[in-house]
Each structure stands twice: as C-alpha cells, then as structure tokens.
T-cell receptor, first 116, second 114 residues
Framework: KQEVTQIPAALSVPEGENLVLNCSFT??????LQWFRQDPGKGLTSLLL?????REQTSGRLNASLDKSSGRSTLYIAASQPGDSATYLC???????????????FGRGTSLIVHP | NAGVTQTPKFRVLKTGQSMTLLCAQD?????MYWYRQDPGMGLRLIHY???????AKGEVPDGYNVSRLKKQNFLLGLESAAPSQTSVYFC?????????????FGPGTRLTVL
C-alpha cells in the first residue's frame, strides 16, 4: 500500500525566504505526482504536475522536483509572500492492482504561514 | 465551463438518516473520485470510477455507496449516517491520456452528522 509523508507538518517563516517542502512516498512505481494548494475552508488548486518520466516542473516562483528512485519530491517556493500562506498537499498516482487502475494517495500536507 | 461542481455545499443530518451527494463535471473526464478530509488526516479516497458504469473501492469505502450512471455525474450515498461520517467531502475528476492524473477538484461539501 502506498504511503505518502510530508515534512514539515507546519512551517512559519518571514516574508522573502526561500522554502523547501518535502514529500516522500513508499512505492516508486508511480504514474505522476501532483502538488496542490488549499486555502482554509476551500477546495484544492493544482500547482504543478510531474509525470514519472520528468525530473522537474516550474511555474513562476514554484519549482517541483521528482526523484522516483528515492521516493521523494520537493516543492521549492522562491521569495515567499504572505499570499503564499496555505496548506500544501502532494498526491501520488500509483497502481492499485486489485482495482486494476492508477489511484491517488495524498499526504497530510504542510501548513505554511508567511508573515510580513 | 463550470469545471467540477458539488451539491449541496452544506448539510446537517441526524444519525441514521440517508442522503446523496452529487458531483458533476463538464470536462468530459473519464475518471472521477470521492474523498473525505478530516482535520490532520489529509484527503482519503472513498470510491472512484474509471468510466461510465464502473465504480471501485478506495481506502475508506465502508458506509458509502456510489453510482456513475452518466459520465458527467458521480453520486456518493450515505445509507445510514453516523457521527464518524462528519467530514468535508471533495469530488475530483481527471482525464485520460497524457494528462491523466491531473485532478480537478470541486469546492467541497461540509457534512455534519448529529
């Protein structure tokens, strides 16, 4: 069974810092990995999707990397801003043999606060 | 293009009552998912569907049933609600092909069971 762990669980930083959020998974046979942002009381917004054949994806100040062999992904946030305050979740799409399909497994998230 | 919508947004039930949550997507996606989110637990997969007329169990399926009679709709049913089913429920859909796995989420349904 796939297990996804996110470290740290919570992070509080001053504005302007560069941040690294970590996501690790136990089964490296994944199809892709996706990073999401969730604001309090809201749904999930997709940030970046990395296919299993890719090593990284970038969008603006965000950069996500994937190392399948070691079961790790990192989300790098450059020059953090108060508007980046949210919970960040990673989801791994892995094979679920009994159902015969790829299914997603989420980590518990990293709660980020960026203070002015 | 509304994306993924969920009905209702809020609901309060008494123990033993039944209800159905509706998820609708207008992106012609093959895959649809139902999750529940509890404090500190992340999202846990309840049931999923890989196409019209198909459903499969996820991580926490007990106490729930689902149906996918039409490609655009995925229904989640609670036959006899329990306080342990108090949660926020999210629906998501994703396409097949190269972008498979890119999940698009609805806004959620907040359910309280008394």
């Amino acid at each position: 069974k796939q297990e996804v762990t996110q470290i740290p669980a919570a992070l509080s930083v001053p504005e302007g810092e560069n941040l690294v959020l970590n996501c690790s998974f136990t089964d490296s046979a994944i199809y892709n990995l996706q990073w999401f942002r969730q604001d309090p009381g809201k749904g999930l917004t997709s940030l970046l999707l990395i296919q299993s054949s890719q090593r990284e994806q970038t969008s603006g100040r965000l950069n996500a990397s994937l190392d399948k062999s070691s079961g790790r992904s990192t989300l790098y946030i450059a020059a953090s801003q108060p508007g980046d305050s949210a919970t960040y979740l990673c989801a791994v799409m892995g094979w679920e043999g009994s159902g015969g399909s790829y299914i997603p497994t989420f980590g518990r998230g990293t709660s980020l606060i960026v203070h002015p | 293009n509304a994306g993924v919508t969920q009905t209702p947004k809020f609901r309060v039930l008494k123990t033993g009552q039944s209800m159905t949550l509706l998820c609708a997507q207008d992106m012609n996606h093959e895959y649809m998912y139902w999750y529940r989110q509890d404090p500190g637990m992340g999202l846990r997969l309840i049931h999923y569907s890989v196409g019209e007329g198909t459903t499969a169990k996820g991580e926490v399926p007990d106490g729930y049933n689902v149906s996918r009679l039409k490609k655009q709709n995925f229904l989640l049913g609670l036959e006899s609600a329990a306080p342990s089913q108090t949660s926020v429920y999210f629906c998501a859909s994703s396409p097949m092909g190269a972008r498979r796995g890119t999940q698009y989420f609805g806004p959620g349904t907040r359910l309280t069971v008394l």
